[in-house]
C-alpha cells in the first residue's frame, strides 16, 4: 500500500512539473511569436508605405521600444548592408552585411540563437548586476516601398526571456521550489533559474546526480523561420522534497491506527444506518434515472439485483449510452464498431454502417428552441429503435446525427449493399412521417450515408467518417436521399486532404488580395469590398468555393484572415492623403469561426495601432451564423471594436435565422442583402418581396443598406425604387487586384 501510495505522490509531483514546464515553454513561445508578430508588421508598413522616410521609421523604432522594453536595438539595413534607420540613431551609416541576422533576413524570415553583443557592446548600458549583453535576432526581408529592397532587424535582450521565464514560474503556487533550465537543439545550456553559476551556455556537470529529481520537459518550437528553432524547458525538483508529504502522512497515520481501531466497533453500529439509508436513496434515484429513458426499456432482472448492482448499472448507463434517447453513444459506437471489424472478416461477413442525418433540425432549435428540438431526437430515436434487429446497434453520435451497426450481412457484397439499402429505404418513410411536437406537428427529411466493411483493411473512425462523407452527398443531391460511399467519394476525400495540405503551405505566400468596388445611388466609388483569391504554382487560380469552406472546416480561416486583415490595413494606410483614395472604406469578410476565436477583438485592435490608420475606414462583415451561439458574446465583441470606431455590416442578409431583437442588439452599421435574392429581384415576386422587406427593415433601424451582386440595370433600377442607396456588382466593376482599382478611381 505504502509502495503505491508513494508512486502515486510521484506521479502527482510530475504532472506538476509537467504542467509548470508547459505554462514556462507556452510564454516563451506566445511573447516571441508575438515580437516577431510587431516586426512582420512594421516591415509590411515600411515595404509598401506608408513609412517611407528615415526619420518616420526611426520614430516608430523608438515607439516600439518604448512600449517593449525586451527590444535592444532595432534597425532597417539596405540591401548592401548600411544601416538606414536604427532606434535611438544608434549603428546608422555603419555596415551590418556580415551580420548572420541580416544575411539570413536577406532570403526570408528569421529567428536566430542567442548570442553575445558585438557591435553594440559598447553602446549600451551594463545590464543590471553586469550581465553580458546577449542577444537574440529577429529579421524580416523588406521588399519595394520607398527606400528599396532591405532587412528589418531587431535585438531581443536575452534577460527578457529570463524575465519572461521568472514571471511565468512566480505566478504558479508550489509548495516546493524547483529548478528551471533552458536548453537549445544541441542541449546546451541557455538559462538556468535560479543559478549559481555563471547564466548562458553552461553544459551540464557530469554526474549530476540526475537520481535525486524528478523532472518534466517541455518543447519550444518557433516554426516561422527558415531554419526553425527547438528550445527545450526542463523543470526539476528534488525527489526528497516530493515525497516529503509521505513521510508525514505515515507518522499521522501510526498515530491514528490505534484510535481508529479503538473507535471504530463503537461507532460501527451508529454508522451502519447512516450509510445504508444514502445508497438505498441513491439507488432509488438511479431506478428513477433508468425509468426516464426515451428508448431503452427496463430490465425485468432489475427486480432481483440489490442496491449497490443497480447504481452500477446506472453508472454504466451514463458512461456509454446517451442521456437523452438511452442509444448506444459515439464511445459505445466505437467500441462495437472497432470489434465488428475484425470478427466480420473473419467470419467471412459483410457489415454495415447507416449514419442519418435529419434535415431542418437547427432551424427547429433556433426558431422554437431547444426544448422542441428535444423532443424531435427522442421520437425519431424511437423510430429508429423500431427497425433495429438483434445485434444490431443503434447510437447517437450527438446533435441531430443518429448510426445504425449493422453485423452479419452476407459474404457476397452485392447482396450486403442491398440489405443495406433495403434497411435505409426502411428508415425514410419513418422519419418523413409528422411528427407531434407539443401543440404543433412537423414533418422532416433524413439523408442517410453508408459505407460497407469486411472486404478490406479499416478503422472505425475512417468508416465513420466515409459514412458521413456519403451523407453529405446525399445532402447534397437534389433526389437521392441514400448514398453509399464508393470510389470516387474516396477519391474526393483524397483530393480533399491533399488541398488541405497545399493551403496550409499557401498561406500566405501563394494568396492574392482583390477588391471590388461597392458605390452610392450616383455610382460614385464609396469603398470597396476585400476577397481573397488563391494561386497556387501547379494548379494555378483555386477557386474560393473549393478552399474557404475547407479552410472553415479545418480552421485555417483564421490565419488566412489575419492576414486578409493585416492586408487591408495596411493598403487603407497607403491610401492615407491620395486624392480619391483616403476617404473610401475596405469591407473585411470575417467567418463566425474567426470572429470567435480567443484574442480576436485583441489582434484587430493591435493590427489598428500598428497601422495607426483610421478605424472608421475598416468595416467587418460578418454572417448571420454567428448568432448561432453566445449572442452576448458576440455583442460584447462587436462593442469593443465599435468603440475604436470599426463598422460592422451583416453579410448575406436573409440566408440566416436572426431575429429582430437580436439585430436591435448588435452594434451594426449595415445589412447587405445576399446575391441570391439579387439576381432575381425583377422575375421573383418572392424574392422581390423578400428585398423590399430587408430595405424596410434596414431603413427601420437606422441602418445602410447594400446590395450585392448587382449585374443589370434593371436590378440597380428596382432596387433604388424600393429604398437601397449602396450597389455592389458587375455591372459597376469586377473584382480586381489593387493597382488596377487605384487606376480606375484615378481615371474617374
Not at 515553454?25 to 528615415?54: C, F, N, S, W, Y
Not at 453520435?397 to 429505404?425: C, I, K, P, S, Y
Request: glycine fraction near 8%; charge should be negative; aromatic fraction near 6%.
Amino acid at each position: 500500500m505504502e509502495w503505491r501510495w508513494e508512486r502515486s505522490a510521484e506521479a502527482s509531483a510530475r504532472r506538476a512539473l509537467q504542467l509548470t514546464a508547459l505554462r514556462i515553454a507556452g510564454t516563451l513561445a506566445k511573447d516571441l511569436e508575438a515580437r516577431k508578430h510587431e516586426i512582420q508588421v512594421m516591415a509590411e508598413l515600411i515595404g509598401r508605405g506608408p513609412l517611407d522616410a528615415p526619420d518616420l521609421i526611426r520614430d516608430q523604432f523608438d515607439r516600439l521600444q518604448a512600449r517593449e522594453p525586451g527590444y535592444a536595438w532595432i534597425g532597417l539595413a539596405a540591401a548592401d548592408g548600411r544601416v538606414i534607420a536604427a532606434s535611438g540613431g544608434l549603428l546608422e551609416a555603419q555596415d551590418v552585411s556580415m551580420r548572420p541576422w541580416f544575411q539570413a533576413g536577406l532570403r526570408g524570415a528569421f529567428v536566430g540563437e542567442p548570442h553575445e553583443a558585438r557591435l553594440l557592446a559598447g553602446l549600451l548600458p551594463v545590464r543590471e548586476g553586469g550581465e553580458p549583453l546577449r542577444f537574440m535576432d529577429v529579421a524580416m526581408p523588406v521588399g519595394g516601398g520607398a527606400l528599396g529592397p532591405a532587412v528589418l532587424g531587431a535585438h531581443l535582450h536575452w534577460s527578457w526571456v529570463r524575465a519572461l521565464a521568472a514571471d511565468a514560474l512566480g505566478d504558479l503556487d508550489r509548495a516546493h521550489p524547483v529548478e528551471v533550465v533552458i536548453a537549445n537543439a544541441q542541449g546546451q545550456w541557455m538559462l538556468r533559474l535560479p543559478t549559481s553559476a555563471p547564466d548562458g551556455y553552461a553544459l551540464p556537470a557530469e554526474g549530476s546526480g540526475t537520481d535525486r529529481y524528478l523532472s518534466a520537459e517541455a518543447p519550444v518550437r518557433f516554426p516561422a523561420a527558415a531554419t526553425p528553432l527547438v528550445w527545450t524547458v526542463t523543470v526539476r525538483e528534488e525527489a526528497r522534497l516530493a515525497h516529503a508529504p509521505i513521510a508525514d502522512s505515515r507518522r499521522v497515520l501510526l498515530l491514528l491506527t490505534g484510535l481508529a481501531a479503538l473507535l471504530f466497533a463503537v461507532a460501527s453500529w451508529f454508522l451502519a444506518e447512516r450509510v445504508v439509508r444514502p445508497i438505498v436513496a441513491l439507488a432509488d434515484a438511479a431506478r428513477a434515472h433508468r425509468s426516464r429513458r426515451a428508448v431503452v426499456r427496463d430490465d425485468p432482472a432489475d427486480a432481483g439485483r440489490d442496491e449497490t448492482g443497480v447504481v452500477g448499472d446506472v453508472l454504466h448507463q451514463m458512461a456509454f449510452y446517451d442521456a437523452l434517447t438511452g442509444l448506444a453513444n459515439r464511445r459505445l459506437l466505437h467500441e462495437r464498431l472497432s470489434l465488428a471489424i475484425p470478427q466480420g472478416r473473419a467470419a467471412g461477413e459483410h457489415g454495415a454502417i447507416l449514419l442519418v442525418d435529419l434535415d431542418g433540425f437547427r432551424l427547429l432549435n433556433d426558431t422554437r428552441g431547444h426544448e422542441t428540438g428535444d423532443l424531435l431526437l427522442v421520437e425519431v430515436a424511437r423510430r429508429l429503435a423500431s427497425v433495429a434487429r438483434p445485434g444490431d446497434t443503434l447510437a447517437r453520435l450527438g446533435g441531430d446525427e443518429f448510426v445504425l451497426l449493422m453485423r452479419g450481412l452476407d459474404g457476397e457484397r452485392a447482396a450486403a449493399t442491398r440489405a443495406a439499402q433495403a434497411r435505409a429505404e426502411a428508415i425514410v418513410p419513418l422519419i418523413l412521417a409528422p411528427v407531434r411536437l407539443g401543440e404543433e406537428t412537423g414533418s422532416f427529411g433524413a439523408a442517410i450515408g453508408i459505407c460497407l466493411f469486411g472486404d478490406r483493411d479499416t478503422s472505425a473512425a475512417d468508416l465513420l467518417q466515409q459514412a458521413e462523407v456519403a451523407m453529405f452527398e446525399a445532402k447534397r443531391s437534389e433526389h437521392a436521399r441514400i448514398r453509399f460511399f464508393d470510389d470516387h467519394m474516396q477519391a474526393a476525400l483524397d483530393e480533399r486532404v491533399l488541398l488541405e495540405a497545399r493551403l496550409r503551405q499557401a498561406i500566405p505566400s501563394e494568396l492574392v488580395l482583390v477588391v471590388q468596388r461597392q458605390v452610392d445611388a450616383r455610382a460614385r466609388v464609396i469603398g470597396a469590398e476585400v476577397l481573397v483569391r488563391w494561386n497556387h504554382p501547379v494548379m494555378g487560380m483555386v477557386s474560393p468555393a473549393r478552399f474557404i469552406p475547407l479552410a472553415e472546416d479545418t480552421g485555417l480561416i483564421v490565419p488566412m484572415g489575419r492576414w486578409v486583415l493585416a492586408s487591408a490595413c495596411a493598403q487603407i494606410a497607403r491610401w492615407r492623403g491620395r486624392a480619391g483614395l483616403s476617404d473610401l472604406t475596405l469591407a473585411v469578410n470575417v467567418s463566425a469561426r474567426e470572429f470567435r476565436h480567443p484574442g480576436f477583438v485583441d489582434h484587430v485592435l493591435r493590427t489598428l495601432d500598428a497601422t495607426r490608420i483610421d478605424a472608421t475606414r475598416l468595416k467587418l462583415e460578418l454572417t448571420e451564423s454567428i448568432l448561432a451561439d453566445d449572442v452576448d458574446a458576440v455583442v460584447r465583441s462587436m462593442s469593443a471594436l465599435k468603440a475604436r470606431g470599426v463598422q460592422f455590416s451583416l453579410d448575406d442578409f436573409g440566408t440566416g435565422f436572426s431575429s429582430l431583437a437580436y439585430l436591435q442588439r448588435m452594434p451594426l452599421d449595415q445589412l447587405k442583402i445576399d446575391q441570391s435574392f439579387v439576381r432575381s429581384v425583377v422575375t421573383s415576386a418572392g424574392d422581390a418581396s423578400i428585398v423590399r422587406t430587408v430595405i424596410a427593415l434596414g431603413r427601420g433601424l437606422g441602418l445602410e443598406v447594400i446590395a450585392e451582386g448587382v449585374e443589370t440595370e434593371a436590378q440597380r433600377a428596382f432596387l433604388a425604387d424600393s429604398g437601397c442607396d449602396r450597389f455592389q456588382g458587375y455591372l459597376f466593376g469586377r473584382p480586381v487586384p489593387v493597382d488596377e482599382f487605384e487606376r480606375g478611381i484615378t481615371a474617374d
